[in-house]
């Protein structure tokens, strides 16, 4: 999860306080890590991993709209929950479009910066978007719906939040 704008970012009250969490975890083994070191490469090792997602969760949690759901004009960005066509195969899949790094349940995350999510970034229910996926393939998807997440997690519209 590495970000090099400075943008904000949309993000569910749960994975703010999931990220909350364990970004104090990680401080906790980083301090009794500290304490019982005896030069231990390994553990040196382990420790800068820590640091570096520390200094991710960190980064993300400043840049953090939380839970302020997009306004509901089914219109693709980020803290909304897509669903989208795979032209070529007739497939549905439905995402949040949202930055990675924290878990949203059995929903599936795709950030803005992804092909897939760069493309469908301003769509409209019915337009359909091409992107180049990381082997050259270009895969053409229509947009089906676009849903704010707080309307998806409270099922307001029907067929949705099931």
């Known amino acids: 999860m590495t970000t090099t704008t400075q943008e904000p970012v949309w993000i569910s009250p749960q994975a703010y306080e999931r990220l909350h969490r364990e970004l104090t975890t990680l401080r906790e083994l980083t301090s009794l ?23 991710q969760i960190q980064d993300l949690l400043v840049r953090a709209t939380v839970g302020e759901d997009p306004p509901d004009d089914e219109i693709a960005e980020p803290g909304m929950v897509l669903t989208i066509r795979y032209d070529l195969t007739g497939d549905t899949q439905t995402f949040l479009l949202c930055v990675p790094g924290a878990e ?59």
């Not at 500290?34 to 570096?52: H, I, L």
């Not at 795709?110 to 180049?132: D, F, H, Q, V």
Request: aromatic residues 8%; without cysteine; glycine residues 14%.
């Open 33 to 55: 890590a500290a304490a019982n070191a005896n030069g231990d490469t390994n553990r040196a090792v382990v420790q800068q991993g820590w640091q570096a997602r520390m200094q």
């Open 104 to 162: 949203y349940g059995d929903l599936a995350v795709y950030s803005n910066e992804s092909p897939l999510g760069a493309a469908l970034m301003g769509a409209r229910p019915g337009e359909r978007r091409k992107y180049i996926l990381p082997s050259g393939v270009v895969l053409s998807v229509t947009l089906l719906e676009a849903v704010p997440y707080g309307v998806y997690t409270a099922g307001v519209r029907s067929g949705i939040g099931a």
